[in-house]
């Protein structure tokens, strides 16, 4: 395969380009969905081919083809050159790229058993009985999904990288619908839209669905006649994957550089960030440790090196409180004047890669759920996300869950229905008072992050324990 | 194409007779070239051919992808297909293939837009703006389909697109202007750069309002965002199937002049004419004056409900996404913007919503933002720019009865958050949109 990278290398370079660098994928995948106890959508899925990506100015330049034929892949390298040179009409200034080790490695994620050798029929059995069981119990639609990817990357670059990854993730869920007079409650398990990790079947084999089936399906319903979660302020206690999907939308794009750097104002935005008030800017309270760690080990944004052949490192990000980090690349990282962080990654080979989150989580704290709940004397705990959106500096955000218990005198009381609360970005994570410690400290997974032009889905890690906030607007509805 | 002919060819000679196949070949070539801070910092192009191969045996089903580099022979994966398929349990919502009478031959071999024009659509936007940042893109599409069958249907189609759309910012504003077209020379990139300049020095400096319940003035973008929700989450069939789709069909749920349809023989629209059964696609009323006239069906919702297929599968997407219209076409009125901001007493002029959510699907009960220009306006004149807002509010009831005080004259391709390219839509002007929280929070 370096043969094949290197002929596309040698064109680009060859035409003219200062740097090349290109990737060939075998990319398969595996998702099932079930539905009420029948299977809903089985599909196998392989394709493979290349992208490079040349460097002529101050423009990238990028060109895939499924096509591996030597003839293909001189024409290809060519071709990214002429894209990059079309930029020229409208130029920026020359950047450099950070310099990074250059290395001929090779690296598999660890894992017990490959889910694309394990039978079809026993994961389809699992999703089918789960939700089976579900509707039986009265869930509206019973639904579950598993998805699993092996993915083997070959990179090259005109400055001598060769490296071979082979990348295992696998993950899914199972949720209870429950439809009443005008509304829908639900309830997912282990987290909305499932919970995906590196790794093999184990991973799913984990999750034991079959304990949750009875709850989920008893709370969606019960759902329906609790309550409306009351408007207000009061003190917020997240479940940890709630808490996951927070730092993942008000930290994790926030510290981009790209972002930072205007790279993605027309789409993603940018970031209420400037890089003038790195190590100053407070982002939260001094129970606020983040790190960017692409070295977890089963984590989903776990890996060796990323799509430009930096290694994977850990990156503090946030220390007491104090933003001191950002998520680079090789070119951004150049322009900022810091070190580049190997957080560059490709949605497939046919995307440009970009600066995407690793694995970027909330070190834990010292103390547990138990006890965050045992101190407050009016509040509410909100677990498993139902909606989020929030605006394209990453400062107003507002999240909606699944479901929302009253907490009274150091008690959970009452189950609450449609629970949001809403948010400025640094006043929230400000108001962080308490913190479960590594005990609850779990490694969520977002496998549907969006970004790029043109769009591309990431996979990133966030790892997370429960925690409060002090004093948030609570229960707003349309 | 040659390459689909081949596979076809080969296909046939392997198939047993007792097995349904159907596969489906995307062959496209994206480009999109990428500008910020007032130069091109990004430029791709990706070339690819995938193939969704769908095997029915037995009552069972599965279904397989490849791009055209992965597949091998032909022989291989139909073997492994026929092998999987055993494991699998029975289908029993399988609604068959098209019917062979169905083929349709649209197949154009057309030729990709180059880099150069499209850089240069880019510098006409970039000269529009002064001294202000430049962020946005230009892309250029060509995608072929071919779909076949074992009850011998053979249908093809090619559609192209273009689309610039790009913002400009100051300190403190932004705004963003849109256009699609079937083909790149046909977008006036100038004409782009001047409204998203306009936009964007009208909005400097904006002023914080109280939230609150306002008269709204959408612009198209906004627009084809609430239409795409209502499409995605109400008129696709598979929601009704599921019972979260908020859609009556025959009952009047919107305001009387909405009117929507999903046209793909109307003269500009851009994206295929048949879809992924290989079946061709009508003009379909989704929407007549306020009242729902049809879902987007797909071969299993249309059995599943017991209603006619209006033939809006996707290609490339499975089976438990559903049927979605992609040629949207909301009948315009006869308002001018200008006649339209002067008939608002007190309201908010919103140009673009930004990360919407929905809270349930079955309430449409939405929140989002604001983006890249809002006005105050008071007294049939824009009197200040405003600041971020957040809206939480029914899509079903701002379109509903009532709610809709005049439609605009000029439509145009609109981005969404589902994509652009399939909404084509005027301004709203709306009587009451709910917004919950302002820059505070």
Request: proline share 4%; net charge negative.
């Amino acid at each position: 395969m370096f043969n094949q990278i290197n002929k596309s290398i040698d064109s680009a370079i060859g035409s003219g380009a200062q740097y090349a660098d290109a990737r060939i994928l075998i990319s398969k995948s595996r998702n099932i969905s079930s539905k009420d106890g029948e299977l809903e959508d089985f599909n196998n899925s392989e394709n493979m081919g290349l992208g490079i990506r040349a460097l002529v100015g101050s423009s990238w330049g990028f060109y895939a083809t499924y096509d591996l034929s030597d003839k293909s892949l001189i024409e290809a390298g060519k071709k990214a050159y002429l894209i990059a040179k079309a930029s020229s009409k409208v130029p920026g200034n020359d950047f450099p790229l950070a310099d990074v080790p250059i290395v001929q490695d090779k690296y598999v994620t660890p894992h017990e058993q490959n889910p694309f050798k394990v039978s079809s029929t026993d994961q389809i059995d699992l999703l089918v009985s789960s939700t089976h069981e579900m509707k039986k119990l009265g869930s509206s639609i019973a639904s579950g999904r598993l998805n699993f990817w092996d993915t083997e990357k070959w990179f090259g670059s005109s400055q001598g990288h060769e490296i071979y990854q082979n990348i295992i993730e696998s993950g899914g869920g199972i949720s209870s619908l429950s439809i009443g007079d005008g509304e829908t409650q639900i309830r997912s398990y282990p987290q909305s839209f499932g919970e995906y990790r590196t790794g093999g079947w184990e991973v799913i084999q984990s999750f034991k669905f079959l304990d949750h089936v009875e709850r989920l399906t008893e709370e969606s319903k019960r759902l329906l006649t609790s309550p409306q979660c009351p408007e207000g302020t009061k003190d917020l206690i997240l479940e940890g994957s709630q808490l996951a999907l927070q730092i993942h939308e008000s930290v994790g794009h926030a510290i981009e550089l790209d972002r930072i750097l205007g790279w993605e104002a027309a789409y993603a935005g940018t970031s209420h960030l400037q890089l003038n008030k790195l190590n100053e800017h407070r982002y939260g309270s001094t129970l606020m440790n983040i790190v960017a760690d692409a070295t977890l080990p089963g984590a989903l944004a776990t890996f060796k090196y990323d799509d430009e052949g930096t290694p994977a490192q850990r990156v503090d990000i946030v220390k007491e409180g104090i933003w001191t980090g950002v998520l680079t690349g090789r070119d951004s990282a150049a322009i900022a004047g810091v070190s580049p962080g190997g957080m560059v990654r490709a949605d497939g080979y046919g995307r440009l890669p970009m600066v995407r989150m690793t694995n970027v989580g909330l070190l834990p704290g010292e103390s547990s759920l138990e006890e965050i709940i045992a101190s407050t004397d009016d509040g509410v705990y909100m677990e498993t996300n139902r909606s989020w959106s929030i605006d394209d500096l990453r400062l107003n955000f507002q999240f909606g869950c699944e479901v929302g218990w009253l907490v009274k005198n150091g008690k959970i009381t009452d189950m609450v229905k449609n629970p949001t609360y809403t948010g400025i970005t640094p006043n929230f994570w400000g108001s962080m008072d308490m913190l479960a410690g590594k005990d609850e400290w779990v490694f969520w997974g977002t496998p549907n992050c969006g970004k790029g032009q043109p769009s591309q889905i990431g996979h990133t890690g966030h790892p997370a324990s429960p925690a409060r906030f002090k004093d948030v607007r609570i229960g707003v509805r349309g | 194409m040659k390459i689909w002919e081949n596979l076809i060819e080969d296909t046939k000679k392997i198939i047993p007779s007792d097995v349904q196949c159907e596969i489906k070949m995307i062959n496209s070539i994206d480009s999109l070239t990428r500008f910020a801070n007032s130069h091109i910092h990004q430029n791709v192009e990706e070339e690819m051919t995938d193939l969704y191969l769908t095997f029915h045996s037995d009552g069972k089903t599965t279904n397989l992808n490849f791009n055209i580099t992965s597949l091998g022979s032909i022989d291989e994966v139909v073997k492994k297909a026929l092998s999987e398929i055993e494991n699998n349990p029975k289908d029993s919502s399988w609604s068959g293939l098209a019917s062979k009478e169905n083929s349709y031959d649209g197949y154009r071999n057309l030729s990709p837009e180059n880099p150069d024009l499209r850089a240069q659509k880019v510098k006409d936007f970039i000269d529009q703006g002064g001294s202000f940042n430049g962020a946005g893109y230009c892309s250029s599409n060509v995608s072929n389909v071919f779909v076949w069958n074992t009850n011998g249907l053979s249908s093809s189609d090619t559609a192209t697109s273009a689309f610039l759309d790009g913002i400009f910012r100051s300190e403190t504003s932004s705004g963003s202007s849109h256009l699609g077209h079937k083909t790149l020379e046909n977008i006036d990139g100038e004409k782009v750069g001047q409204e998203a300049y306009s936009i964007a020095k009208e909005s400097q400096n904006p002023q914080d309002i109280d939230p609150g319940v306002y008269e709204v003035i959408l612009g198209p973008d906004a627009v084809s965002t609430i239409l795409v929700f209502l499409a995605v989450y109400g008129f696709n069939a598979k929601s009704k199937v599921d019972g979260t789709s908020p859609i009556e069909i025959g009952t009047e749920q919107f305001d009387k002049k909405i009117t929507l349809v999903d046209d793909p023989h109307k003269e500009g629209a851009l994206n295929f004419k048949i879809d992924a059964s290989g079946s061709p696609k009508a003009q379909t009323e989704i929407i007549t004056n306020g009242v729902p006239k049809s879902y987007f069906h797909t071969r299993r919702t249309s059995t599943e409900l017991n209603e006619k297929n209006t033939f809006h599968e996707m290609f490339g997407w499975g089976d438990s996404f559903g049927g979605l219209g992609t040629n949207l076409y909301l009948q315009p009125g006869g308002i001018s913007k200008d006649e339209m901001i002067s008939n608002v007493k007190k309201g908010i002029y919103i140009n673009e919503f930004w990360y919407c959510r929905v809270l349930d699907p079955i309430t449409q009960v939405v929140t989002g933002l604001n983006r890249n220009g809002s006005y105050l306006i008071e007294n049939g004149k824009i009197t200040k720019p405003v600041g971020r807002l957040r809206f939480t509010q029914s899509f079903m009831s701002s379109l509903g009865q009532g709610n809709v005080l005049g439609v605009g004259s000029e439509n145009r391709f609109a981005d969404s958050e589902f994509g652009e390219g399939i909404l084509n839509v005027p301004m709203l002007h709306l009587k009451e949109f709910n917004f919950t929280g302002g820059v505070s929070g």
